[in-house]
């Protein structure tokens, strides 16, 4: 269970509790507000606070004074306009906080995001949960053949039962270990901040993550993309049904132009000019390289054979 019984009656008083306000509130964000969404075995994802509406992405492209509103078919043509455009800084009038529980190694990759504000649970302060991700039996992958930084096939068998043993035992051995450095019965207990240097990346930690729309959309694009790892793709995504729900203009228009669209070269345009003419283009008269041939070629593969 991502959360214990105490903390969520705490997410349930907090849910309980309204105010008036004059502020935009965003219905289908107020419906996840505090939520827990789980993610992993023992992550999640939980809106904190946010600020804006797709109003307030109109509302600051056209400096108004009111809310900014002319129509709902005005507005969506405007955000798709800014979207497409990469007029980007009216989106980033919008805010979201979420606190996220994740592995450690999940966070690694998660705060090369620079863009965001963060407070990480500090393990220096505190003591670490006995919790550690384990990989369901459809994520166990081997290493893939084709993509250094992918993986292949699901592991089976007495392969599949090995490797969870050690991730299991590893990680029980590791957190004993901690708790018998940390211990203060008959010795002096090392300081919590050596203590943690022994335990793995697959422990998990929490943070609270601050970030705008606009920077927001970077990270989803990249994160909830196929080429992400997949322990992060997954928290990208709840994160994007999460804004789906917020802003549901903007992530339309983002997902039609970032996450459905590509970016094509010069050589590759008039690769396609040539082709809507008739000639049969290879990779030899293309002037592309044979890797962004391939890419190319998958650009414009039917969807369904990407
Ligand atoms: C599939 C995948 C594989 C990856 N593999 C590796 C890897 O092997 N090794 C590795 O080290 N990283 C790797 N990364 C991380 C990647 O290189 C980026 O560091 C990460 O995705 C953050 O991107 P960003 O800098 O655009 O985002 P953010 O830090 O959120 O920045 C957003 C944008 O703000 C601007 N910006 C932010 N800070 C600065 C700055 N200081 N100076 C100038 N402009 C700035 C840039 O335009 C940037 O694109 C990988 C990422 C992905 C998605």
Redesign the pocket.
């Known amino acids: 269970m991502p959360v214990t019984e105490d903390q969520l009656a705490e997410i349930e008083a907090q849910r309980a509790e309204t105010a008036p306000t004059r502020r935009v509130v965003a219905e289908g964000m107020e419906a996840r507000l505090y939520s827990v969404h789980p993610v992993l075995d023992h992550g999640f994802v939980r809106v904190v606070d946010y600020m804006g509406d797709d109003a307030a992405i109109c509302q600051a492209a056209r400096v108004s004074y009111g809310r900014g509103t002319k129509a709902v078919s005005n507005d969506e043509g405007l955000i798709r306009y800014l979207m497409r455009h990469w007029h980007s800084t009216p989106f980033e009038m919008c805010e979201v906080k979420f606190h996220v529980k994740l592995p450690v190694f999940v966070a690694r990759?998660w705060i090369?995001?620079?863009?965001?504000n963060v407070n990480e649970y500090s393990a220096r302060y505190s003591i670490l949960d006995r919790e550690f991700y384990i990989p369901a039996p459809d994520a166990l992958a081997a290493q893939s053949t084709v993509n250094n930084?992918g993986r292949g096939e699901v592991l089976e068998g007495e392969e599949a039962a090995r490797v969870l043993d050690i991730l299991k035992t590893d990680a029980g051995r590791c957190y004993d270990n901690y708790e018998a450095m940390l211990g203060q019965d008959g010795q002096k207990g090392l300081a919590r901040e050596l203590a943690r240097m022994n335990l793995p990346a697959n422990i998990y930690t929490q943070w609270y993550w601050k970030c705008d729309l606009h920077?927001l959309f970077?990270?989803l694009r990249?994160?909830a993309?196929s080429?992400?790892?997949y322990e992060i793709r997954v928290y990208a995504q709840t994160i994007c049904e999460i804004v789906a729900d917020w802003v549901p203009l903007a992530y339309k228009a983002f997902e039609d132009y970032r996450i459905g669209g590509v970016n094509l070269s010069g050589p590759a345009m008039d690769c396609i000019r040539r082709m809507l003419k008739g000639e049969a283009v290879t990779q030899e008269t293309s002037g592309m390289s044979k890797g962004e041939w391939r890419e190319f070629e998958a650009v414009l593969a039917p969807t369904g054979e990407r």
């Not at 090369?112 to 965001?116: L, M, S």
């Open positions: 990759q090369r995001h620079r863009t965001a930084q920077n970077h990270f990249l994160r993309d080429h992400a790892q």
